[in-house]
């Protein structure tokens, strides 16, 4: 089998070195991919190329599957072009993509299916959201959130009216967040524990649900900071239990697979819930529709079934009577980032101590902003590295993950060190 992924951080990393351990994967092609995933088994990196040409590339190389990792091609119709090729891509057609593309249409699709999720109404005018907020329409803290994508960044939570106000500024005439500022959402803040719950979906209305996870949005240790793309997280069976699964399948996913096909937009793919756990039940925060990075990094290695096999079957609408099994391990992955992230950051240091953390039992160090320069590492992102350990226990894989970045460096090296907090006894925490 001949396989191709889109992407470059660490989740392609975790999806190029999971498929390329089956026998049956026989080469695999990254576009544009970084210095880690040029060094996996059996693949070979392409350039950054246009969905165009990743297609001709796909048809040329006689591709039997390609895997989607970041939104924005999704959103661009990468999907349609392929399918209408009949080259099977795991990912939604840009009109299912919609449920991540825009939130207002995501908030809309919930409220005509019944999902549930915070209260909230959308907004075209700055002067209208504005006038809304001083109305009393909403209570404090408020969550504002820039219509598009906006890699993670446009969700505003505000603790006052004043605030509030210079957030509506902020995304709808200042337009720090580009054109995802032509519309607002906003929304009641809803309190609890946040969870990731991703299924395999096949267009066909049948899903087949992953391990959940556990993110760590925030940069500062303690959930303090402004948001990043993710620094850190942790699978393990407890996180949720069988009856909250069960009610999040069946309150949220079925729902919004079925509400999709009848909208005429079948959800083929990866459907990711990124939930509160409020004291009235699991509610949508949003919807993403491809693997959660880092949550892949957890999830990926925890898969027992060959994955290449369960991708296919999704983009082929082959999920019926499908089921993946998991080790009962728990996962933990920790990111390591460049001084300066989220905001700006110096690249080209030089990373060490990358083979002796290789070397470590039931450790993987996946690769994100890295680039090679003769035969060295050197650092080329924000998110640089995600080390990620199995073990029975979460409180071992926290030991391991952390005993792993003891022996990596480079200059400005941070990474937050409580890592799966919530689930550990206050003495574990701070590990190494
Ligand atoms: P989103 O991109 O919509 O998931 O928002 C990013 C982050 O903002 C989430 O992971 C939450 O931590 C926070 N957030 C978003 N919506 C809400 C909400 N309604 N209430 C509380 N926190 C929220
Ligand atoms: N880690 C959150 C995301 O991938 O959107």
């Known amino acids: 089998m001949k396989i191709l992924v889109v992407g470059s951080g660490g989740r392609e990393h975790v999806l190029v070195w999971k498929l390329g351990l089956a026998d049956r994967v026989r080469e695999i092609y990254c576009s544009p991919g970084n210095a880690g995933i040029a060094d996996a088994s059996k693949t070979r990196l392409l350039p950054k190329l246009s969905p165009r040409k990743l297609l001709d590339f796909a ?40 449920l991540e593309g825009s939130k207002a249409f995501a908030k809309d699709f919930m409220a005509r299916h019944q999902i549930p999720t915070a209260a909230y109404q959308v907004f075209d005018e700055a002067s209208t959201a504005a006038q809304a907020l001083r109305n009393g329409l909403f209570d404090f803290p408020v969550v504002l959130k820039a219509d598009g994508l906006a890699a993670g960044k446009g969700v505003l939570i505000c603790a006052d009216l004043q605030e509030a106000v210079a ?9 720090r967040f580009g054109t995802a500022g032509d519309r607002l959402v906003i929304e009641e803040f809803l309190q609890g524990e946040e969870a990731s719950f991703m299924v395999l979906a096949d267009g ?18 303690g959930d303090r900071g402004p948001n990043t793309g993710g620094m850190g997280a942790y699978s393990m069976d407890g996180l949720l239990s069988p009856d909250l699964r069960r009610r999040i399948l069946d309150e949220v996913i079925l729902p919004t697979v079925d509400g999709m096909n009848r909208e005429g937009h079948p959800f083929a793919g990866i459907l990711y819930a990124g939930l ?23 999830i990926l290695p925890r ?15 082959g999920l019926a009577g499908v089921r993946a099994e998991w080790t009962p391990d728990a996962a933990v992955c920790v990111v390591a980032a460049s001084q300066g ?41 924000g998110r640089v590295l995600g080390v990620t ?39 574990e925490r701070n590990s190494e």
């Not at 999704?74 to 795991?90: S, T, W």
């Not at 509160?276 to 957890?298: C, I, S, W, Y």
Request: charged share 20%; aromatic share 8%.
């Open 59 to 98: 048809v040329s190389q006689s591709v039997d599957l390609a895997v989607v990792g970041p939104e924005a091609s999704l959103v661009d119709g990468i999907g349609d072009l392929f399918r209408q090729a009949g080259v099977p891509l795991v990912g939604p057609s840009a009109g299912a993509a919609r």
């Open 167 to 175: 957030a509506v500024d902020r995304i709808m005439i200042a337009r």
């Open 204 to 221: 066909a209305g049948n899903v087949v649900p992953m391990v959940p996870s556990q993110d760590h949005k925030q940069i500062f240790e």
């Open 276 to 298: 509160m756990l409020t004291a009235d039940g699991p509610k949508v925060l949003e919807f993403n529709v491809r693997f959660g990075d880092p949550e892949a990094q957890v």
């Open 303 to 317: 898969l027992r079934s060959e994955l290449s096999t369960l991708l296919l079957q999704a983009a082929c609408g």
């Open 341 to 381: 992230y989220p905001g700006s950051y110096p690249k080209g240091h030089e990373i060490s101590g990358l083979e002796r953390a290789g070397r470590m039992d039931k450790l993987v160090v996946f690769h994100a902003g890295t680039s090679h320069a003769g035969g060295r590492f050197l650092t080329s992102g």
């Open 389 to 427: 350990a199995l073990a029975p226990t979460l409180e071992e894989a926290v030991r391991r993950a952390y005993a792993g970045l003891n022996e990596i460096h480079f200059d400005g090296i941070y990474y937050r060190r409580d890592i799966a907090y919530r689930r550990l006894s206050p003495p």
